[in-house]
């Protein structure tokens, strides 16, 4: 079945400690989107890579970088996590980003937790 | 500013319907979408509304009305299964979307 695959589901960091989270998929969708969403609130955009072009969110710490080396593969890197980092990391990836094929398709995140 | 605003909470009971509203602000408007969200677990896209109307996938249908700002989301015969966030987003005239903080839906038996 194509997916977006998340690895690892849980991840425990210590404060200060780099982390990177993974994502693949296998839709052969154009667009991958980073975003972190903390319990109750709404999914915060991060970044999103439209084929290798990346867009940084205007209001995302310079903590996060991210890298896209292929199609299939999408990375976050977290340079220096700091408690205010804990929080669910989702993947997503849509064929497009206009009304056609704007839909995303979301992994099963990562949860990140830092001691 | 864009915005998008869910009740946070809502119950129903097991069986019965329960509409979901949201209302929202964006910059430009290219549709509007629906997620379901269980506990710990990732978005499940519902629906996509980009025209004024009703549309209708099995127990679920989602609603739009452009000149309102203004969705919902109808959930007919409730499932305990059906217990879960459903979040609202529009998306701006970049095709960026703007989430909503989604609504917790408990289904009582």
């Known amino acids: 079945d194509a997916m977006v695959i998340q690895n690892p ?8 400690k780099p982390v990177t ?6 839709l052969n969708h154009n667009v991958m989107y980073w975003y972190q969403q903390k319990s109750s609130q709404a999914p915060k955009l991060l970044f999103h890579y439209y084929d290798k072009d990346f867009n940084n969110e205007a209001d995302t710490p310079d903590n996060f970088q991210s890298r896209r080396p292929n199609t299939s593969f999408c ?25 056609g094929g704007a839909e995303q398709y979301f992994g099963p995140g990562t949860r990140l937790t830092v001691t | 500013g ?4 869910q009740p946070t909470e809502m119950t129903a009971t097991e ?12 910059s430009g408007f290219n549709g509007l979408f629906w997620y379901q969200q269980h506990a710990g677990e990732a978005p499940t896209f519902l629906s996509y509304n980009v025209l004024d ?15 309102k700002g203004y969705s919902y989301l109808l959930l007919k015969e409730l499932q305990m299964k059906d217990s879960a ?6 998306m701006d005239s970049n095709y960026q979307l703007i989430w909503g903080a989604g609504t917790k839906l408990i289904i009582k038996p």
């Open chain 1, 9 to 16: 589901r849980y991840q425990v960091t210590q404060f200060g």
């Open chain 2, 85 to 90: 966030s459903y979040l609202c987003a529009a």
């Open chain 1, 75 to 99: 990375f976050l890197d977290i340079r220096s996590p700091g408690l205010g980092d804990a929080a669910m990391y989702l993947c997503a990836t849509s064929r497009g980003t206009g009304t």
């Open chain 2, 2 to 5: 864009q915005n998008i605003d």
């Open chain 1, 21 to 26: 989270l993974s994502c693949s998929q296998t």
């Open chain 2, 15 to 26: 069986g019965a319907i329960v509409q979901i509203n949201c209302t929202y602000q964006t």
């Open chain 2, 53 to 67: 109307g009703l549309e209708e996938k099995g127990r679920f249908s989602s609603f739009l009305s452009r000149s």
